[in-house]
């Protein structure tokens, strides 16, 4: 296993093209992901090519909370099958937990079993409900404030940088997401609904936002995964 700045963002970038053919080339965004101290990212490598890789880093809550994202995970189709996406999961959360996350999540598309079934063998379980993750590119050049219970969370990931608009969502917090996005030099700003909520996804559109696809959180805490080592 390669973690860090020992990995070759070129490499990296090759292999999640090959996982999402439909993602923009971003080693540039690789390379300066890779030397976050906030970020742990590994990979696999074999014969000088990167056969399943992970990144992960810390995010806090509108209340202060530490929170370790398990962000990308993706495994070549020749390698899998050998659990090489357990083993990552695994390095990753040692990662987090290091660096004080008092849980972790990951957010896994629906019809992704091979996923989900890697995250509940590292201790991970559902939560309930089904999130609607909607998207936006197009910046707010207009000042919008941000109302009262909701949370912007910058981040920078393998594919993008960005914002997320967390807490009680209303279309107010979805316009101060785009006008974050030229003052924080973000290109994609996202939000995830509740499924239900008909109201919010038609504000979402209404504000230029795109549904990506449907999902569900998935979790680990710090004090849970303790008691089952124990």
């Known amino acids: 296993m390669v973690s860090g700045a020992d990995l070759d963002p070129?490499?990296?970038?090759?292999?999640?093209?090959?996982?999402w053919p439909e993602e923009e080339n971003s080693a540039d965004c690789i390379a300066s992901v890779l030397r976050l101290e906030s970020h742990h990212s590994a990979a696999f490598v074999e014969d000088g090519r990167v056969a399943a890789f992970v990144d992960g880093f810390l995010t806090y809550s509108g209340e202060g909370v530490p929170r370790w994202e398990v962000d990308l995970l993706g495994t070549l189709a020749d390698y899998r099958g050998q659990g090489l996406a357990r083993r990552l999961i695994e390095d990753n959360l040692r990662a987090g937990w290091q660096r004080g996350a008092s849980f972790s999540r990951a957010l896994i598309q629906l019809e992704n079993h091979a996923s989900q079934r890697a995250f509940a063998a590292c201790g991970f379980a559902p939560a309930d409900g089904v999130v609607r993750l909607w998207?936006?590119?197009?910046?707010?050049?207009?000042?919008?404030?941000?109302p009262p219970g909701q949370h912007l969370v910058p981040v920078e990931t393998f594919n993008y940088r960005g914002v997320w608009l967390e807490g009680k969502l209303s279309a107010q917090g979805l316009r101060a997401a785009r006008?974050?996005?030229?003052?924080?030099?973000?290109?994609?700003?996202?939000?995830l609904m509740p499924r239900e909520r008909e109201d919010l996804h038609q504000a979402a559109q209404n504000e230029g936002y795109a549904w990506v696809n449907d999902y569900q959180w998935w979790l680990l805490s710090r004090l849970e995964q303790g008691r089952k080592e124990e």
């Open 135 to 146: 998207v936006c590119s197009r910046p707010l050049s207009e000042p919008a404030p941000l």
């Open 10 to 19: 070129r490499a990296l970038n090759a292999a999640r093209l090959q996982v």
């Open 179 to 191: 006008a974050w996005l030229p003052q924080g030099g973000g290109q994609i700003c996202g939000v």
